[in-house]
């Protein structure tokens, strides 16, 4: 059991909304008892879409993509990589973690073969709204883009956008305003 005060501490929270949040999903905790953790993970789980493993796709194989597919961390929450694509003749052929490198023209039997909505491009910018036409047109609807540019997409298509260096920045900013260090 968990109760909402030791979560609300953990999220820096009033105990009151976290129950208020929790009531949301349907969860209902017993006064003075708190959540049973498992149901609650099943819960949170269930409204984020987890309880299902979904397949995934990567677009780019070089070191991003490669890393990614690499990355033991999908499994954990329910992803799974079907597929690992490129153009570069000297990538496609080779494994990585047990994943042959396909070429390109081959995304679509295959997005359509696993029932694939989620795909990653990974590919230099010049090749990332190619990439994200041709997903969109093998069926994907959810697309994490990892090139260094932004995409267009028609409705109905989500893309989440991670550029490292914006990130980078944001840690930047808030190393900018510690306190600095007394020296002694």
């Not at 005060?5 to 009033?14: C, F, G, V």
């Not at 230099?124 to 959810?142: C, E, F, H």
């Not at 914006?166 to 007394?182: F, V």
């Amino acid at each position: 059991m968990v109760s909402s005060a030791n979560l609300a501490e953990a999220a820096n929270l009033n105990p009151a909304k976290v129950r208020k949040d929790l009531s949301y999903l349907g969860s209902n905790g017993i006064r003075g008892v708190g959540y049973d953790r498992i149901q609650l993970c099943y819960e949170i789980r269930g409204h984020l879409g987890l309880n299902q493993e979904a397949p995934v796709v990567i677009v780019g194989a070089g070191n991003l993509g490669s890393a990614l597919a690499n990355y033991g961390g999908f499994s954990s929450s329910g992803f799974y990589i079907v597929g690992v694509y490129d153009l570069d003749p000297s990538r496609i052929g080779t494994t990585i973690n047990n994943q042959e490198i396909q070429h390109i023209h081959h995304l679509e039997a295959d997005v359509a073969h696993h029932k694939v909505t989620m795909g990653v491009i990974t590919t230099p910018p010049g090749a990332a709204q190619d990439t994200a036409d041709r997903m969109i047109a093998a069926g994907i609807r959810s697309i994490l883009n990892f090139a260094p540019t932004v995409i267009q997409v028609p409705e109905g298509v989500d893309v989440r956008r991670v550029d490292l260096s914006t990130e980078l920045q944001i840690l930047s900013y808030y190393e900018s305003r510690r306190p600095t260090e007394q020296a002694s």
